[in-house]
T-cell receptor, first 112, second 118 residues
Framework: SQQGEEDPQALSIQEGENATMNCSYK?????LQWYRQNSGRGLVHLIL?????REKHSGRLRVTLDTSKKSSSLLITASRAADTASYFC????????????FGKGTLLTVNP | GAVVSQHPSRVICKSGTSVKIECRSL??????MFWYRQFPKQSLMLMAT?????????EQGVEKDKFLINHASLTLSTLTVTSAHPEDSSFYIC??????????????FGPGTRLTVL
């Protein structure tokens, strides 16, 4: 079953603007990861934030995690047309029964 | 990062035939491999988890007799879609979790295989 729910499902912005995508989940997690997928292609790992972390940065990406609200956000600053892709959050849970469960994704379109 | 390959990248087959997809971890040993299915404009759905040398664990609703998974070595897992039908047409993505070394417990994804059943 799907663990994460992203919103919005689709987001269209102009180049240079910031894009914020949110993810909510239901059960306890070890960590939460964000991935990018270009149309018809494989996944690209963007960033991992552990359950004891609240914020993490990587280049133009900023991820926050609020375990009390069971939610995370991905912020892409100064967006570029090349950022156009689907973005998925994935929650890692379990110990011996490890599993990575993906959310439904946000389709981001950055218009030049 | 580590590399996971899939072969073939694209396959078209007739209804009723079986199709085998290979997933290899190229530069690390994967104690666990995962198979996901993704329908158009949807998310990845975990189909099964396989550990080297043991039977795969299938998610609820996934037919184990239809989707045969073999994880024969620490670098190779195969998914065979038996008696494929048009509704099996999908994007299949494998993932490998490193079992040791500096990549321990990291999960890496293959580029996916597009299956079209006519």
């Amino acid at each position: 079953s799907q663990q994460g729910e992203e919103d919005p499902q689709a987001l269209s912005i102009q180049e240079g603007e910031n894009a914020t995508m949110n993810c909510s989940y239901k059960t306890s997690i070890n960590n939460l990861q964000w991935y990018r997928q270009n149309s018809g292609r494989g996944l690209v790992h963007l960033i991992l934030i552990r359950s004891n972390e609240r914020e993490k940065h990587s280049g133009r990406l900023r991820v926050t995690l609020d375990t009390s609200k069971k939610s995370s956000s991905l912020l892409i600053t100064a967006s570029r047309a090349a950022d156009t892709a689907s973005y998925f959050c994935a929650t890692e849970s379990g110990g011996s029964n490890y599993k990575l469960t993906f959310g439904k994704g946000t389709l981001l379109t950055v218009n030049p | 990062g580590a590399v996971v390959s899939q072969h073939p990248s694209r396959v078209i087959c007739k209804s009723g035939t079986s199709v085998k997809i290979e997933c290899r971890s190229l530069d690390f040993q994967a104690t666990t491999m995962f198979w996901y299915r993704q329908f158009p404009k949807q998310s990845l759905m975990l189909m099964a988890t396989s550990n080297e040398g043991s039977k795969a664990t299938y998610e609820q609703g996934v037919e184990k007799d239809k989707f045969l998974i073999n994880h024969a070595s620490l670098t190779l897992s195969t998914l065979t879609v038996t008696s494929a039908h048009p509704e099996d047409s999908s994007f299949y993505i494998c993932s490998a979790r490193a079992g040791q070394g500096g990549l321990y417990n990291e999960q890496f994804f293959g580029p996916g295989t597009r299956l079209t059943v006519l």
